[in-house]
């Protein structure tokens, strides 16, 4: 089973209105983090918002917030007020267990949307 | 403040060659990670190193595929005898050994391996 789902290949989105990006994980551990990060056409990893499994508030981080649904095992990213600049790949990530003491595991990531913003 | 150094960003090699990509983890990180991405694809874990140490390399190939992080230098991810399928981007990451962080991972910009 796929331990991270985005089931939107590709969206088309009009300038300025808000996007959602799916994104579903499966995980039995109780600790865990939740990532997202941005993919240009350069090629480049840029993170965008970090959500840890026990934060009871959704994470977010200037235009971009996180609906985080624990019971639903969901992690959506919310772009509010769209740009031509946020036309890019988005991977939704997740890290398991505790990381006591430092960054010992590393992310599986999803398959990744393809986000195409139009004037 | 450098992030996390990649070099080649482009590699060319005919089928049977070595590639050799090499990543400079941020200064003051100790892990470094390799990941592959196949077009179309996400990132697939390859291994994950700390100095001298192979930690996990659940997601490497089993051969020709082989990675170092020295205790001076770059880690190194080793491809020899490429094939076709080898093309793809590899991108390193590193992270911090502190307390409390993130878990986050600093990408490279990656580098990108074309085998003819």
């Known amino acids: 089973a796929q331990k991270i789902t985005q089931t939107q290949p590709g969206m088309f989105v009009q300038e300025k209105e808000a996007v959602t990006l799916d994104c579903t994980y499966d995980t039995s551990d109780q600790s865990y983090g939740l990532f997202w990060y941005k993919q240009p056409s350069s090629g480049e990893m840029i993170f965008l918002i970090y959500?840890?499994?026990?934060?009871?508030q959704n994470a977010t981080e200037g235009r971009y917030s996180l609906n985080f649904q624990k019971a639903r095992k969901s992690a959506n990213l919310v772009i509010s007020a769209s740009q031509l600049g946020d036309s890019a790949m988005y991977f939704c990530?997740?890290?398991?267990?505790?990381?006591?003491?430092?960054?010992?595991?590393?992310?599986?990531f999803g398959k990744g949307t393809h986000l195409i913003i139009q004037p | 403040n450098a992030g996390v150094m990649q070099n080649p960003r482009h590699l060319v090699r005919r089928r049977g060659q070595e590639a050799r990509l090499r990543c400079s983890p941020m200064k003051g990180h100790s892990h470094v990670y390799w990941y592959r991405q196949l077009p179309e694809e996400g990132l697939k874990f390859m291994v994950y190193?700390?100095?001298?140490?192979?930690?996990?390399e659940s997601g490497m190939p089993k051969e020709r595929f082989s990675a170092e992080f020295p205790k001076e230098g770059p880690s190194i991810l080793r491809i020899q005898q490429v094939v076709r399928g080898d093309s793809a981007a590899y991108f390193c990451?590193?992270?911090?050994?502190?307390?409390?962080?993130?878990?986050?991972?600093?990408f490279g910009e990656g580098s990108r391996l074309t085998v003819l």
């Open positions: 190193l700390q100095k001298e140490n192979i930690i996990d």
């Open positions: 990451a590193s992270s911090p050994w502190t307390s409390g962080n993130t878990g986050e991972l600093f």
């Open positions: 959500q840890g499994s026990y934060d009871e």
């Open positions: 990530a997740m890290r398991e267990g505790l990381v006591s003491g430092g960054g010992a595991d590393g992310l599986t």
